[in-house]
C-alpha cells in the first residue's frame, strides 16, 4: 500500500512538471533528445537510461504512457525510494529530460536488544540481512517476522519484534538496523479442548497431535510450549486422525488460541464429525498368480470393517510389517506390479471398493553397482548380499541386505541406499548400492575408576582389517583395510597391583566361500595383593591367568538363517600364590573347556538397535575328570588337587528385545533377561572356584578382584561399583537378572552417537540351587547417557538408586548400609562404563 502511494504521489509530480507547453488534449510526438540523470552517482547512468527504455532518438508521445511506464520500470527495480521524470526544455519537436532519482538508504550493520547471544547467532541464520543490502519496507515487515516466528517456535506466543532505524553518520545513505524483541514470557498450553467429537475418546485424539500438549506434570519427552506451525500441522493430524475412525466427512469448524494468564495459553477446537463409514464389498480384477480368497486375507480387510483409508494405502503399498499386497507381489519377481484402488460407491455408508491389479512380468536382477565404498574391498559387501545376478527381483531380499551390511559396523545406517533402475524392456532390473562409510577402528586410552582404584586402558581395535595386504607398503594408509578382518590389542593397568594384556583375530570368512568366522584369542591377567606383579619376589601375593583359545561361528538356516552357531575350544592357567580371596591359596589350575552358543539375532543395527530381537543359549563345559578318575570320595584330597584340572559345566539363556514406541522409531524401549547355572560332575568333589557369577557395579573393570579371580561379571546398576556388591566374596554359582531401558537418541550422526535412558532393572545371585528363587532380586532405577565415537568405542554414564536391602552372603552387605535403603535415605551411585557388552549376562 504504500509503495501505490508512493507511486501515484511520483507520477502526479511528473504530469505537473510536463503541464507547462504541453496540451494535454492533443497529444503530440516527440523526439527524444540528450537524456540527463540527477541524484544517482553512483549508478551506470546508462544503465538507467536502458531500463528507463529512454534513448536519445527514439519517439514519444506526450501525454502518453511512455514516461509513466519508464518510471514504473525504474521503480520495479527496488533500488530507489523517488523517481521523477521531468521536462527540461523543448526545441521544434526535441524534447529534452531528466531523471531525477532518489536512491534507497542502504544497511551497514545491525544489532539486537532483549536476546542472548547464542539467540542473536541463530537468528542471524534464519534473517536475510547483510550490510549493503538495500532497505525496503518489505524488508523491514519480513525481519520483524522472521524474528516473531523465531521466538514463537520456542513458545514465546506474545513475542514483539521491531525495528528502529537510525542513520549512520559514518557511511553515506546507510542506515543501522537496531531489532529490539519483547520476547515476554514462554507461553505453555494450560487447556486443551476438542468438542464435537462423540464416536472417538478425546485421549486418543490428543494423542493425535504430536506437538500441540496440554501441560501436565507427568509429560517429559514432549513439551506443552504452543507454535503456531506444529499447530497448524497438528490441525491436520486431527482431522486424519478423525477419517482413520471412520468419519471421513469429519471437518474442523473453528478453533481459537486465547490467552489464559501471562505464561498460559488455552486452545479450543470445535469439530463436526459427521456420519461414520464402513468398508463395503471388496472385489479384485487382474490378479492372476494369487487367488482371490488369499489376497482377502492378506489385506486383512472385511465388510463392515470401520472406514480408514490410511489402513487401506497401508495394506496395498507398505506397511511396517511387510504385510501388504505389494510386498506380496514384489517379494516374488514382480518389480512392475501396480494395484489402482477404485471406489465404486456408497450404500448404507459402506464404502465398496474395486482394487485393479497389474501384475506385470516377473523380473530378474541384472547387474548389481557397488557404490561409496572408499575403504572397505567390494567382495566383503558381495558376500552380504542376499540377491545376485539372475534371481527373481524380492524386495524382502534387499531389505535383509541392508541389514547384513549395517551389522558389518562399517557403513553409516543412515546414509545407506538401494536403488533400483529398471530395465522394461528386457524385463530385469539393475540394483545400485549406495554406501557410506564411517571409521570402524578404535583407539582407546582412557582411565576408569571402579573397586577403588584408578584402571588405565590402552587399546587398539581394527575392525576392517587386511592381513591380504599386510606386506603391501602402499595398502598402509596408515593400515591395510578393507577385508573385514578384526584384529584387537588391550592393555590395562593400575600400577603394580593390576595388568592385563588381551590379543584377538578374527577373519570372518574363513575360505572365502561362506561366512564361517573363525577367530583365536589369547590373554593375561595378574593381580598383587602386595603391590609387587614379580612372581619371583617371595613376597608376592596374587594371582594370574593366561589364556587362549579358538573359535568358529557358523551361520545357521534352520529355524531360519538369523540363527548362528559359535563353538569355542579354550584353555586357562591359574597360578594362585598366598592368595587368600579364593578356595586355594597357594597352587595352580587347569581349566580345559568347550563351548557352545545358539543365537538368534534379527536386530536392525549394533549400535542403536530400534528393532528386532536377540536371544542367547550358552553351554560352557570342562571335562568330567571326575567320571574317569575311579575316586568316589574326595574328602582326603587337599584343595590343590582338587583343582588342578578344574571342571564344572554352565548353562546360560539370555534374551533381549527392541520395540519402537513411535512412528520414528526413535523413542525405543529394550526389555532383557538372563538367567544362569553353574553345576559340579561330582557333589563329593564339589563347585569349581572359578567360572561363577559376580553381580553388582559397572562391570568396567569387575572391581580388579573379580576379573582375576575368574569370575563372569555381571552388572548391576545402583549398588556400589564393586562387582561382587550383591554377590558373596567368591562370587555364587546361579544368577537371575532382568532389566527394561527407555531410550531415545539426541544424535544419530555417526561421528558421535549418543542417547539418553531411564532404567529399571533387579538381579541377584544364589548360592545354591535350592536357594534359587527367581522373585528375589534386587532392584534397582537410574538415568543414563550412552556415548558411541567410532575411535573410542562407546562411552556409558549412568546414575543409579538401590531400592532393596542386600542379602547377608553378599559382599557388600551392611546392616547399617540396608536400614537406610529400605527408609529411602541411601544415596545413588555413579557408574561409569566403557563397551557396549560388558557388565551383561
Same mark, same amino acid.
Given at each position: 500500500?504504500?509503495?501505490?502511494?508512493?507511486?501515484?504521489?511520483?507520477?502526479?509530480? /511528473?504530469?505537473?512538471?510536463?503541464?507547462?507547453?504541453?496540451?494535454?488534449?492533443?497529444?503530440?510526438?516527440?523526439? =527524444?533528445?540528450?537524456?540527463?540523470?540527477?541524484?544517482?552517482?553512483?549508478?551506470?547512468?546508462?544503465?538507467?537510461?536502458?531500463?528507463?527504455?529512454?534513448?536519445?532518438?527514439?519517439?514519444?508521445?506526450? !501525454?502518453?504512457?511512455?514516461?509513466?511506464?519508464?518510471?514504473?520500470?525504474?521503480?520495479?527495480?527496488?533500488?530507489?525510494?523517488?523517481?521523477?521524470?521531468?521536462?527540461? @526544455? /523543448?526545441? +521544434?519537436?526535441?524534447?529534452?529530460?531528466?531523471?531525477?532519482?532518489?536512491?534507497?538508504?542502504?544497511?551497514?550493520?545491525?544489532?539486537?536488544?532483549?536476546?542472548?547471544?547464542?539467540?542473536?547467532?541463530? =537468528?542471524?541464520?534464519?534473517?536475510?540481512?547483510?550490510?549493503?543490502?538495500?532497505?525496503?519496507?518489505?524488508?523491514?515487515?519480513?525481519?520483524?517476522?522472521?524474528?516473531?516466528?523465531?521466538?514463537?517456535?520456542?513458545?514465546?506466543?506474545?513475542?514483539?519484534?521491531?525495528?528502529?532505524?537510525? /542513520?549512520?553518520?559514518?557511511?553515506?545513505?546507510?542506515?543501522?538496523?537496531?531489532?529490539?524483541?519483547?520476547?515476554?514470557?514462554?507461553?505453555?498450553?494450560?487447556?486443551?479442548?476438542?468438542?464435537?467429537?462423540?464416536?472417538?475418546?478425546?485421549?486418543?485424539?490428543?494423542?493425535?497431535?504430536?506437538?500441540?500438549?496440554?501441560?501436565?506434570?507427568?509429560?517429559?519427552?514432549?513439551?506443552?510450549?504452543?507454535?503456531?506451525?506444529?499447530?497448524?500441522?497438528?490441525?491436520?493430524?486431527?482431522?486424519?486422525?478423525?477419517?482413520?475412525?471412520? #468419519?471421513?466427512?469429519?471437518?474442523?469448524? %473453528?478453533?481459537?488460541?486465547?490467552?489464559?494468564?501471562?505464561?498460559?495459553?488455552?486452545?479450543?477446537?470445535?469439530?463436526?464429525?459427521? *456420519?461414520?463409514?464402513?468398508?463395503?464389498?471388496?472385489?479384485?480384477?487382474?490378479?492372476? @498368480?494369487?487367488?482371490?480368497?488369499?489376497?482377502?486375507?492378506?489385506?486383512?480387510?472385511?465388510?463392515?470393517?470401520?472406514?480408514?483409508?490410511?489402513?487401506?494405502?497401508?495394506?496395498?503399498?507398505?506397511?511396517?510389517?511387510?504385510?501388504?499386497?505389494?510386498?506380496?507381489?514384489?517379494?516374488?519377481?514382480?518389480?512392475?506390479?501396480?494395484?489402482?484402488?477404485?471406489?465404486? +460407491?456408497?450404500?448404507?455408508?459402506?464404502?465398496?471398493?474395486?482394487?485393479?491389479?497389474?501384475? +506385470?512380468?516377473?523380473?530378474?536382477?541384472?547387474? =548389481?553397482?557397488?557404490?561409496?565404498?572408499? @575403504?572397505?574391498?567390494?567382495?566383503?559387501?558381495?558376500?552380504?548380499?542376499?540377491?545376485?545376478?539372475?534371481?527373481?527381483?524380492?524386495?524382502?531380499?534387499?531389505?535383509?541386505?541392508?541389514?547384513?551390511?549395517?551389522?558389518?559396523?562399517?557403513?553409516?545406517?543412515? @546414509?545407506?541406499?538401494?536403488?533400483?533402475?529398471?530395465?522394461?524392456?528386457?524385463?530385469?532390473?539393475?540394483?545400485?548400492?549406495?554406501?557410506?562409510?564411517?571409521?570402524?577402528?578404535?583407539? *582407546?586410552? %582412557?582411565?576408569?575408576?571402579?573397586?577403588?582404584?584408578?584402571?588405565?586402558?590402552?587399546?587398539?581395535?581394527?575392525?576392517?582389517?587386511?592381513?591380504?595386504?599386510?606386506?603391501?607398503?602402499?595398502?598402509?594408509?596408515?593400515?591395510?583395510?578393507?577385508?573385514?578382518?578384526?584384529?584387537?590389542?588391550?592393555?590395562?593397568?593400575?600400577?603394580?597391583?593390576?595388568?592385563?594384556? %588381551?590379543?584377538?583375530?578374527?577373519?570372518?570368512?574363513?575360505?572365502?566361500?561362506?561366512?564361517?568366522?573363525?577367530?583365536?584369542?589369547?590373554?593375561?591377567?595378574?593381580?598383587?595383593?602386595?603391590?609387587?606383579?614379580?612372581?619371583?619376589?617371595?613376597?608376592?601375593?596374587?594371582?594370574?591367568?593366561?589364556?587362549?583359545?579358538?573359535?568358529?561361528?557358523?551361520?545357521?538356516?534352520?529355524?531360519?538363517?538369523?540363527?548362528?552357531?559359535?563353538?569355542?575350544?579354550?584353555?586357562?592357567?591359574?597360578?594362585?600364590?598366598?592368595?587368600?580371596?579364593?578356595? =586355594?591359596?597357594?597352587?595352580?589350575?587347569?581349566?580345559?573347556?568347550?563351548?557352545?552358543?545358539?543365537?538368534?539375532?534379527?536386530?536392525?543395527?549394533?549400535?542403536?538397535?530400534?528393532?528386532?530381537?536377540?536371544?542367547?543359549?550358552?553351554?560352557?563345559?570342562?571335562?568330567?575328570?571326575?567320571?574317569?578318575?575311579?575316586?568316589?570320595?574326595? %574328602?582326603?584330597?587337599?584343595?590343590?588337587?582338587?583343582?588342578?584340572?578344574?571342571?564344572?559345566?554352565?548353562?546360560?539363556?539370555?534374551?533381549?528385545?527392541?520395540?519402537?514406541?513411535?512412528?520414528?522409531?526413535?523413542?525405543?524401549?529394550?526389555?532383557?533377561?538372563?538367567?544362569?547355572?553353574?553345576?559340579?560332575?561330582?557333589?563329593?568333589?564339589?563347585?569349581?572356584?572359578?567360572?561363577?557369577?559376580?553381580?553388582?557395579?559397572?562391570?568396567?573393570?569387575?572391581?580388579?578382584?573379580?576379573?582375576?579371580?575368574?569370575?563372569?561379571?555381571?552388572?548391576?546398576?545402583?549398588?556400589?561399583?564393586?562387582?561382587?556388591?550383591?554377590?558373596?566374596?567368591?562370587?555364587?554359582?546361579?544368577?537371575?537378572?532382568?532389566?527394561?531401558?527407555?531410550?531415545?537418541?539426541?544424535?544419530?550422526?555417526?561421528?558421535?552417537?549418543?542417547?539418553?535412558?531411564?532404567?529399571?532393572?533387579?538381579?541377584?545371585?544364589?548360592?545354591?540351587?535350592?536357594?534359587?528363587?527367581?522373585?528375589? /532380586?534386587?532392584?534397582?532405577?537410574?538415568?543414563? #547417557?550412552?556415548?558411541?565415537?567410532?575411535?573410542?568405542?562407546?562411552?556409558?554414564?549412568?546414575?543409579?538408586?538401590?531400592?532393596?536391602?542386600?542379602?547377608?552372603?553378599?559382599?557388600?552387605?551392611?546392616?547399617?548400609?540396608?536400614?537406610?535403603?529400605?527408609?529411602?535415605?541411601? !544415596?545413588?551411585?555413579?557408574?561409569?562404563?566403557?563397551?557396549?557388552?560388558?557388565?551383561?549376562?
Amino acid at each position: 500500500m504504500h509503495k501505490l502511494v508512493t507511486l501515484l504521489f511520483t507520477l502526479a509530480v /511528473v504530469f505537473t512538471s510536463f503541464g507547462q507547453d504541453i496540451d494535454y488534449k492533443n497529444p503530440k510526438e516527440y523526439e =527524444i533528445g540528450p537524456v540527463n540523470v540527477l541524484g544517482a552517482d553512483n549508478f551506470d547512468h546508462t544503465a538507467i537510461k536502458l531500463i528507463a527504455g529512454l534513448r536519445q532518438g527514439d519517439k514519444i508521445t506526450i !501525454p502518453g504512457d511512455d514516461i509513466s511506464n519508464a518510471i514504473k520500470k525504474l521503480w520495479n527495480e527496488g533500488l530507489f525510494s523517488n523517481v521523477e521524470i521531468v521536462k527540461e @526544455k /523543448v526545441i +521544434g519537436d526535441v524534447i529534452y529530460l531528466s531523471i531525477i532519482l532518489q536512491p534507497r538508504a542502504k544497511l551497514s550493520r545491525f544489532k539486537f536488544n532483549g536476546v542472548t547471544k547464542k539467540e542473536a547467532d541463530k =537468528i542471524r541464520e534464519e534473517i536475510d540481512l547483510f550490510s549493503g543490502k538495500n532497505i525496503t519496507e518489505n524488508l523491514i515487515f519480513q525481519t520483524e517476522n522472521k524474528v516473531e516466528h523465531f521466538f514463537k517456535d520456542k513458545g514465546y506466543y506474545l513475542v514483539k519484534a521491531n525495528i528502529v532505524r537510525k /542513520v549512520d553518520t559514518l557511511m553515506s545513505n546507510s542506515e543501522i538496523f537496531i531489532i529490539n524483541v519483547d520476547k515476554g514470557e514462554k507461553m505453555k498450553i494450560a487447556e486443551l479442548n476438542i468438542v464435537g467429537v462423540e464416536t472417538v475418546k478425546e485421549a486418543k485424539l490428543r494423542r493425535a497431535m504430536k506437538d500441540t500438549k496440554q501441560k501436565a506434570f507427568w509429560r517429559f519427552f514432549k513439551r506443552s510450549k504452543f507454535m503456531d506451525v506444529a499447530y497448524k500441522r497438528d490441525k491436520l493430524a486431527l482431522t486424519n486422525k478423525l477419517q482413520e475412525e471412520g #468419519l471421513r466427512d469429519a471437518e474442523i469448524v %473453528s478453533d481459537s488460541v486465547y490467552i489464559i494468564d501471562e505464561k498460559h495459553l488455552g486452545v479450543d477446537i470445535k469439530i463436526d464429525e459427521g *456420519e461414520k463409514y464402513y468398508f463395503g464389498n471388496i472385489t479384485w480384477v487382474g490378479n492372476a @498368480k494369487y487367488r482371490t480368497g488369499y489376497l482377502d486375507t492378506v489385506l486383512g480387510i472385511k465388510y463392515g470393517d470401520v472406514y480408514n483409508k490410511t489402513l487401506l494405502e497401508q495394506r496395498l503399498f507398505q506397511s511396517m510389517e511387510s504385510r501388504d499386497i505389494t510386498s506380496l507381489y514384489m517379494d516374488r519377481g514382480h518389480l512392475f506390479f501396480q494395484i489402482i484402488p477404485i471406489e465404486k +460407491g456408497v450404500v448404507d455408508n459402506h464404502i465398496n471398493y474395486e482394487l485393479r491389479i497389474i501384475e +506385470g512380468k516377473e523380473a530378474t536382477i541384472g547387474d =548389481i553397482f557397488i557404490k561409496g565404498n572408499f @575403504k572397505t574391498n567390494e567382495h566383503v559387501i558381495r558376500r552380504e548380499l542376499r540377491m545376485k545376478p539372475g534371481d527373481l527381483f524380492n524386495r524382502n531380499d534387499i531389505i535383509r541386505t541392508q541389514r547384513e551390511l549395517m551389522q558389518l559396523g562399517y557403513f553409516d545406517q543412515e @546414509k545407506m541406499d538401494f536403488i533400483p533402475i529398471p530395465n522394461p524392456q528386457d524385463g530385469t532390473v539393475d540394483i545400485e548400492v549406495v554406501v557410506n562409510e564411517k571409521s570402524s577402528d578404535q583407539i *582407546e586410552l %582412557s582411565g576408569g575408576y571402579g573397586a577403588n582404584t584408578l584402571i588405565l586402558t590402552a587399546g587398539l581395535s581394527f575392525n576392517n582389517f587386511s592381513v591380504q595386504n599386510f606386506f603391501d607398503k602402499s595398502a598402509w594408509s596408515p593400515l591395510p583395510t578393507g577385508d573385514g578382518q578384526r584384529l584387537s590389542l588391550r592393555a590395562q593397568t593400575n600400577g603394580m597391583f593390576y595388568q592385563a594384556y %588381551s590379543f584377538s583375530f578374527t577373519e570372518p570368512w574363513l575360505g572365502g566361500k561362506k561366512p564361517n568366522a573363525l577367530s583365536f584369542w589369547m590373554n593375561n591377567n595378574s593381580y598383587s595383593l602386595s603391590g609387587n606383579l614379580s612372581r619371583a619376589d617371595k613376597d608376592y601375593q596374587g594371582i594370574s591367568i593366561t589364556g587362549l583359545g579358538v573359535g568358529l561361528q557358523r551361520r545357521k538356516k534352520i529355524p531360519d538363517d538369523y540363527f548362528t552357531a559359535y563353538y569355542e575350544l579354550g584353555y586357562k592357567y591359574y597360578d594362585v600364590r598366598n592368595y587368600n580371596l579364593l578356595a =586355594i591359596s597357594n597352587g595352580y589350575s587347569n581349566n580345559i573347556y568347550a563351548q557352545y552358543v545358539l543365537s538368534r539375532n534379527s536386530i536392525d543395527a549394533p549400535i542403536y538397535p530400534r528393532s528386532g530381537s536377540r536371544l542367547t543359549f550358552t553351554a560352557k563345559a570342562s571335562l568330567p575328570y571326575s567320571m574317569f578318575d575311579g575316586v568316589d570320595d574326595y %574328602s582326603s584330597y587337599s584343595q590343590q588337587d582338587l583343582v588342578k584340572f578344574n571342571e564344572f559345566y554352565k548353562l546360560k539363556m539370555t534374551g533381549e528385545w527392541y520395540l519402537p514406541l513411535t512412528t520414528d522409531k526413535k523413542l525405543v524401549l529394550a526389555p532383557r533377561f538372563g538367567i544362569g547355572f553353574m553345576g559340579a560332575y561330582s557333589q563329593s568333589k564339589g563347585l569349581s572356584p572359578f567360572d561363577r557369577f559376580s553381580l553388582g557395579g559397572s562391570g568396567l573393570t569387575g572391581g580388579v578382584n573379580a576379573q582375576v579371580n575368574g569370575t563372569e561379571i555381571i552388572s548391576l546398576r545402583g549398588y556400589g561399583t564393586t562387582s561382587t556388591v550383591v554377590s558373596s566374596t567368591i562370587a555364587d554359582p546361579m544368577i537371575a537378572k532382568y532389566s527394561v531401558e527407555l531410550r531415545y537418541p539426541i544424535s544419530l550422526n555417526p561421528s558421535a552417537m549418543f542417547w539418553v535412558y531411564g532404567f529399571a532393572e533387579a538381579g541377584n545371585t544364589y548360592t545354591a540351587l535350592d536357594r534359587f528363587n527367581p522373585f528375589n /532380586v534386587k532392584r534397582s532405577v537410574g538415568l543414563g #547417557l550412552n556415548v558411541n565415537i567410532p575411535m573410542i568405542g562407546m562411552l556409558g554414564f549412568s546414575y543409579g538408586w538401590g531400592l532393596d536391602a542386600l542379602d547377608p552372603h553378599s559382599d557388600g552387605y551392611r546392616k547399617g548400609n540396608d536400614i537406610l535403603r529400605a527408609n529411602g535415605q541411601m !544415596p545413588g551411585v555413579f557408574q561409569f562404563t566403557i563397551g557396549t557388552n560388558i557388565g551383561d549376562l
